[in-house]
């Protein structure tokens, strides 16, 4: 991203993985970076001090507003469309996107001509890559946590960022390596809205893009999400934190909300190790499922 000026930023304590790993978050974000076409927030840890007295561990993050798409992608941030889960407005207006999921609703996308009319609408690469990783991280709860945008022009198209991803990695709910993601995230089922899924679902219904989901679902399994590239990425990600754990956990291990003890930060990491390990293959047979492939 290279950018050196920020108007704001966000010190965030780890969310939902607080009292577990501290990175959840940032693992995404760091396996992502520079490897895909896909919006997301850069991450860096930082030793926050507050008027001179310690307060542990933070993570440096972009702040998703107006002046993180205007930065990122060189846009007037007067003339944007910011939305979150089911259409909720944060920049602009949603008129766009809520007729595009109508036309989606009514219009049988494995028709050329409907698809390529939806097409016109949504950076599909982006959203594929989205949509993979979500698969990946294990990230079934397709209702929360989705911001997307386009700048406010009939020709521009919509993409979607990758943020608070730390229900991923079988943690806090997200259940374990071999839950089948993309049965929940591409169908119509009882535990998410219809909305949610509906989308990705449509999409699926059209031979190309399935295709390019397939194949590139496969090529990242092999490459980005293989094992041996993201056990590296935690290795990484836990060794620059680990020799400034000892002073946060004196700091906060009381709180019920954080990490405990070394042991308890230590595990959480094998943790993630382990679902990394384990993931890959677990895809490779949700997609043949799915798609009723042999290979």
Known sequence: KNLFHFKNFVLRNGGNDNGQTLFADGLVTSLVADKMDIDYQSYQPAVVFVNGQYWGIYNLREKLNDRY???NHHL??????MLEDHAEVIEGTADE?????NYVRN???SKQENYDHVKAQIDLNEYINYKITKMYMGYWLANLNNKFWKA???HEKWRWILFDLEHSFGKNGSHNCTENTLDKIATFNNDLPEWSTLLLADLLENESFRNEFVQRSAAYLNTIFSSANVVSTIDSLSLNLRPEMPKHISKWGSDPLAIPSMATWLASVNDLREYARCRPDEVKKHIMQFFSIAD
Do not use: E, T, V
Not at 76 to 81: I, V, Y
Not at 97 to 101: D, G, H, P, R, S
């Open 69 to 71: 798409l205007a930065s």
């Open 76 to 81: 007037n941030p007067a003339h944007l469309d």
């Open 97 to 101: 996107y809520i007729n595009l999921l």
């Open 107 to 109: 219009n049988d996308l």
């Open 152 to 154: 406010a022009s009939p």
